[in-house]
């Protein structure tokens, strides 16, 4: 079982290096975690983009990008729709997004499944390492699906019980966050509780378990739980798995690790393969880890496909 990046790290050094294709790499930082991710053995980059965006920053970062595959394009659309076109074609195994809005990756993503026919319901999964855990926790959809209903939640919660399965968490545990008010109705987000939680217990979404709780406070204190002591926290009751109700929400909580003690990446799961998508805020050193992790999750993939 993966509990760690540095897991994650170990990996994708013995997996890599994966052919990956990088959108837009037009960024110091991004073109500074392609540098080291190659150096590290991880990926074998293609990139796509501005030439001359390219070249000078490939020379800011001494970089010399002249010994790799190079794809000249402008347009942000068609970066991204040839990135992902390379993906579901089988000419490469990971997409990265560089310097380019996620809205265009999501919509050549969306593209492209439409085109295969694959059914997939596409969503993103966005990890986060907590000292001291001893696993991954995930916040799933944070980039795509902007309200799911019921179904699109299950296809979502099925996308990520399958990659922690990769990643041989036998039996994920997931939290289903929502509010809960006495008067005026139930809100839909804890309706759709109570029926994953049925579902799950049917055993629709594989071996996981939906746990009896929708809000911090009751994963760790119970129903009736009152705080004394922040040292009262038990960080083993952290759920593996947190689905939220929508996609402001899980947007809002992952990227919280610009505040706190813990470390981000994510990673759109569709039906060819890994796209990794940090955020154009992040640093060199998490999108290294991100695309290990893209490493990773696409050695394991043409495992469970062979």
Known sequence: MIRSLDDVSRIAGEKGPKKLAVLAPEDEEFMLAVKRSWEAGHIEPVLIGNSEKMEKL???VEFDISRFEKIIENDRQRISDLGIGMLFSGKLSIVSKGQIPTAYVYRSIIRAEGK??????????????????GHLTAFTDTGVSIMPDYKTKVDILRNAVFLYHLLGYEKPRIAAISGQRKFGGTLDSYRDYKLL?????????????????????????????????????????????ILVPRLD??????????????????????????????????????????????????????????
């Open 249 to 306: 929400t899980g947007n809002i909580l992952c990227k919280l690790d610009f505040f706190l003690d813990v470390t981000r990446c994510s990673i759109a799961v569709t039906s060819k393969g890994a796209v990794c998508i940090p955020s154009r805020a992040d640093f060199s050193d998490s999108i290294v880890t991100e695309l290990a992790m893209g490493v990773v999750v696409a050695d394991r993939l043409e495992k469970e496909v062979r």
């Open 197 to 241: 939680r049925k579902a799950a217990d049917a055993g629709e979404f594989g071996e996981c378990e939906v746990v009896h709780a929708t809000s911090f406070a009751e994963i760790f204190l119970g129903p009736r739980g009152r705080l004394r002591d922040y040292r009262d926290i038990d960080l083993a009751k952290m759920p593996h798995i």
């Open 116 to 133: 295969a026919a694959s059914g997939m319901t596409v969503s993103v999964i966005s990890f986060w390492e907590i000292p001291g855990l």
């Open 58 to 60: 490939g020379e800011k």
